[in-house]
C-alpha cells in the first residue's frame, strides 16, 4: 500500500500549543499561488497514480480554504483514486457546501479537530469553534453518508480536570463516531505556550495524574467499542486510519507541499517550509535510508501498533534475529515493559505508558 499526504499549511488562528508547519495567510492569493505550486508538485508525481491507496489531506487547516479553492485543489487529485480518502476539518469552517464538494470527490472520511468539548478549555487553546457546531458537522456528514469520522481529542491540558475528560469521552459516545485519535498535549518550542513557560506562566500536568488520564481514555473507549489499536488511536468496526498505518508499518508514501515529509522507494524526503523556497522548487532534501536504518524505523514505529510486530517477519525482511541484535531488550522484557506473543513483539499494558524507554533500545 502506498500513500500521498498533501500539506495545507494556512489557519485562521494559531492554536497555543501547535509547532506544525502553518501561517495566517497575507490574503487569498497567497492561497491561490500556493495551490498553484501544489498542483504542479502533485503532476510530478502522476507516475505513482495507479499505486496510491490513501490521500490524506491535512494541515493546517485545510476546511479554511474557500468552496472554489478546494475545488481547485481537490481537482489537482483527481488522477489518484484512493481507498481511503481523510482531509481534516476544523468545525468552524465546515459548512454544508463543502461537505457536499468533499462527497462528490470520492472523500470518504473526515477527520475533525475538536481537541476538548469544554469551551473554557477550547478557549484557553485558542481555538474557535463551539460545541453546537461539532454536533452539527457531525450530523451533516451522516447525512451525506460520509460514516467514517476520526475526532482528535487531547488530554492533559493546564487545568482540565479528570470530569472535564470525562465529558469529553461522554460527547464522544454519543456521536457515535468510528475513530478517535487521542493525544497528550506536549509542550513545543515556538509555540506560545513555550513562551509562557518561559516566563512562568504555564504548568504542566503532573506525570501521575496524565497518566491517569490516559486510562481512562484507553478504558472508556473500549467500553464504548472503541479497539485501541495504536498507542494514540481507537477505531470501531476496524476503521483504522489506513494512511497513519502506512507510517506505523514503514510503507510507501509521497509528501507534497510546504514542509511535507515523505518515504518511498527507500528515500525519506523534505520538503522546504519557507514558502518562496517552496515556491521556488519544492525538496529540501531526499536521504537514502539504509537497512540499518529501515530497521529501526519499522521497530519503533511498528511498536505503536498495539498488534506489535511480526519477529518472523522483520527476520525475514532484514535478515536478523531481533532479540540478538538488541540484548537490551531483554532487560526490558524483565521489566514487563515488552513481550512476545504470538510471535509478535508488542508493548505491554504497562509498557505502553512508557513506550520511549522501549523505544529507546533500538536507537
Ligand atoms: S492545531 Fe491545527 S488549527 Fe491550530 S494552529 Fe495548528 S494546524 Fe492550525
Redo the contacts with the bound molecule.
Sequence with gaps: MKGLYVHIPF?E???H??D?V?RVPKDQQMIDTYLAALRKEIESYHAHATTIETIYIG???PSMLSLNQLDYLLKSLKEFHPIEYTIEV?PESYTEDKGLLFKSYGINRISL?VQTFNEKLLNYL??KHTNRKVYDVVKHLKRIGIERISIDLIYAIPGQTIQDLKDDLKHIEILDITHVSCYSLILEEKTYFYHQYLRGKFEQMDEDTEALMYKMVMDELKKQGFDHYEISNYAKQNHVSLHNLIYWTLGDYIGVGLGAHGFFDSYRTLNHKSLPKYLESPLEKKEYQNEEIKLQDELIFGLRKTSGISLDDISKKYDVDVLIKFPKLQEKMDLNLVTIENGHLKLTEKGIFLGNQVFMVFI
Aim: aromatic share 14%.
Design positions: 489557519c488562528h494559531i492554536c500549543y501547535c506544525f502553518k494541515g493546517g487547516t476544523n479537530g485558542n481555538r
